[in-house]
C-alpha cells in the first residue's frame, strides 16, 4: 500500500466515530488496496468477522468465495481484492439479525478511501445498504428487480448477501447463481491475474 493509503488505514482503525454506539466495541475490518482491480462492499462485520478481524472469515464468505470461483488465497490477496463494507465495525444484535451498518462509516471513510484506490473496475455491492448508497436511482427497485435487470458488464454489480439467512431467496430465484454468478465469476477472473 502506497504511505498515503497505508495512513488512511491507520486512521481508519483507531476510529472511534461511532463506539458508543458498538456493542463490542470499535474494530474496523476492511483490506484497502492501491492495486486491486475488484472491490467488494458488503454490509457490517458480524460478530465472528469482529472477533477473527478477517473480513468474510465465516460461512457467507465461503458462498461469497464460491461465487467468485476465487479459493482464500486469492481472495485475501489483497493485491486482488479490495475490501471495504459500508461499516466497518459490528453493529450489533437486531430483531430479525445484525443492525444496520452504522450511518457515519461509509459518508466519512468511503470517499478518501476510493480515491486511493484507482485501480478498480469492477465493485460487487453485496446486499441493499451498499446498493441504495452506490445505486441510489435504483432505490425504489426492491433487491430481485435490480439484481435480475442489471447490466452485468457495468463497473458496479449487485447480489444479494450471501448468508445462509438467503437460502430461501436463493431458491425462490434459482436464476441468480444459474445465470449471474456465472457471469461475476468470468469477470472476476478477467481482472484478476493468473
Known sequence: MPSELTQLHHQIRSCRLCAEHLPLGPRPVLVPSASAKVLIIGQAPGTRVHASGVPWDDPSGDRLREWLGLDKDRFYDP????IVPMGFCYPGKGKGGDLP?????APTWHPPLLALMPQIELVLLIGRYAQQHYLPQHKALSLTELVRSQPLDGRFLATPHPSP??????????????KVVPTIRRRVQELLPD
Open 79 to 82: 493485491a486482488l481484492i479490495a
Open 165 to 178: 439467512r438467503n437460502r430461501r431467496w436463493l431458491t425462490v430465484n434459482a436464476w441468480f447463481e444459474a
Open 101 to 105: 451498518p452504522r450511518p457515519e462509516c
